[in-house]
């Protein structure tokens, strides 16, 4: 008798995607100067493309703790407003603390899955944004569609994303390691992931499906300048829930074997008293 092949359920990934992020909340809103070194450039690059200016009004998708949410906010101005939605009202919290501290009344949150924007008013913004999200969502397409019913006509919609695991060993190592020592199985068909759009074509491929035109995609070198491998370790164990859940069969002992291996094969991306992982993102827009 042939036994079902394992099946990707992804009400089960929402939710321990969730737990994720709730844990991880504080860590990511901790580690935002590093965020702003590493993506800062990249998300001026993608707020360019969806040709954000003063008075846009602009959904942030996947928000997080909304580093780039504040400089959206900023781009904007007075006369603009973005709405940051996220799945975990831990990690929005920090979004909503961010924007009052720095005095942006333009910014307002609302905890919300990314796949079910039907909340909101159709057609009521410039540009939809989701900086490292969309690999995560189990139904992409779902996820694009809800974004372009959000927008004007000529709204855009742009996402940043990893490319190939081999262009971003600073954290395809990691997994490789983990999943390994973890005995882990291969993704199952349909199961998202960090390298999910990176394949050549496949950006394009899911925005054209979604009926997005003048599909645009850049390529962009964003290595991760930390003081050592170590410290980037630090982070990923302390912000990338993924890790953990990836983790989680292993003892406290096979743990600390596992990040021992990873912080000397990451060593290799140490130079001159720095540490430079090697990391490569991709920002794809599409227009309504």
């Known amino acids: 008798m042939n036994q079902q092949a394992p099946q990707f359920n992804a009400v089960n990934y929402k939710q321990t995607t969730l737990q994720q992020w709730n844990a991880a909340a504080e860590a990511w809103h901790r580690w935002g100067p590093l965020l702003n070194r590493w993506l800062g450039s990249a998300t001026e690059t993608m707020l360019d493309m969806c040709e954000i200016k003063q008075g846009s009004r602009v959904l942030d998708v996947a928000a997080g703790a909304g580093e780039q949410t504040l400089a959206v906010a900023k781009r904007v101005g007075h006369q603009g407003e973005v709405l940051a939605t996220d799945i975990s009202p831990e990690i929005l919290s920090f979004a909503a603390e961010s924007a009052r501290l ?7 949150t609302e905890v ?3 796949e079910n924007l039907t909340a909101l008013n159709a057609n009521n913004f ?3 944004i989701s900086r490292v ?8 397409q779902k996820a694009l569609s809800g974004m372009k019913q959000q927008l004007r006509p000529g709204g855009k919609v742009a996402a ?3 490319s190939t695991a081999e262009t971003n060993p600073f954290f395809s190592i990691p997994v490789t390691i983990i999943r390994r020592r973890a005995n882990l199985p291969a993704p199952l068909i349909g199961q998202p992931g960090p390298f999910s759009l990176g394949a050549e074509g496949k950006l394009v491929s899911v925005f054209s499906q979604a009926g997005f035109k003048d599909i645009n995609v850049k390529t962009i070198n964003a290595p991760v300048r930390v003081s050592s491998a170590a410290e ?18 292993l003892s406290d002992v ?7 291996e990873i912080e000397e094969e990451l060593s290799q991306f140490e130079h001159n008293g720095q540490f430079e992982g090697p990391c490569e993102m991709l920002v794809a827009v599409g227009t309504k």
């Open 126 to 128: 410039d540009a939809v």
């Open 133 to 140: 999200g969309l690999i995560y969502f189990p139904d992409q």
């Open 112 to 114: 919300m899955d990314g």
């Open 232 to 249: 980037c370790i630090q982070f990923e164990q302390e912000s990338f829930g993924a890790l953990h859940q990836m983790l989680a069969g």
């Open 160 to 162: 940043m994303v990893y």
């Open 254 to 260: 096979e743990k600390d074997e596992a990040w021992c």
């Open 102 to 108: 720095e005095g942006l009344e333009n910014i307002k």
